[in-house]
């Protein structure tokens, strides 16, 4: 009933910029409470990289503070990461999760199913 879909990753040079999008829609009348972004490498455990609540509050890890962005403008329903001076140590599948509210299934947190980011060196 909830769907999330991430977008943006590809293959990018040390140094370069991503800016990964995460769209949450459902066939319900929604609510998202709050959104994080998440990573994992292989063989490494999942990390979270930022979360932004639907009023707008943000964190973001120390590991990628000033590297790493979450806009609060984002239209309704999407949320963006925006990643600059990419590290070969970004490497990952980044994933959304979202909690969301639904009129039949109160609230629930929901997966996307990642995108993946590579940073060559």
């Known amino acids: 009933q909830v769907q999330l879909v991430e977008t943006g990753g590809g293959l990018v040079q040390a140094g370069g910029s991503l800016t990964l999008s995460c769209v949450v829609s459902?066939?319900?009348?929604?609510?998202?409470?709050?959104i994080a972004w998440y990573r994992q490498a292989p063989g490494k455990q999942r990390e979270t990289v930022a979360t932004?609540?639907?009023?707008?509050?943000?964190s973001v890890a120390d590991s990628v503070k000033d590297r790493f962005a979450i806009p609060t403008d984002n239209p309704k329903g999407t949320v963006s990461l925006q990643m600059n001076n990419l590290k070969p140590d970004d490497t990952a599948i980044y994933f959304c999760?979202?909690?969301?509210?639904?009129?039949?299934?109160?609230?629930?947190?929901?997966w996307g199913q990642g995108t993946q980011v590579t940073v060559s060196s």
């Open positions: 999760n979202a909690n969301v509210w639904t009129m039949t299934a109160g609230s629930n947190d929901y």
């Open positions: 459902s066939s319900r009348v929604f609510r998202i409470n709050a």
């Open positions: 932004i609540t639907t009023q707008g509050a943000t």
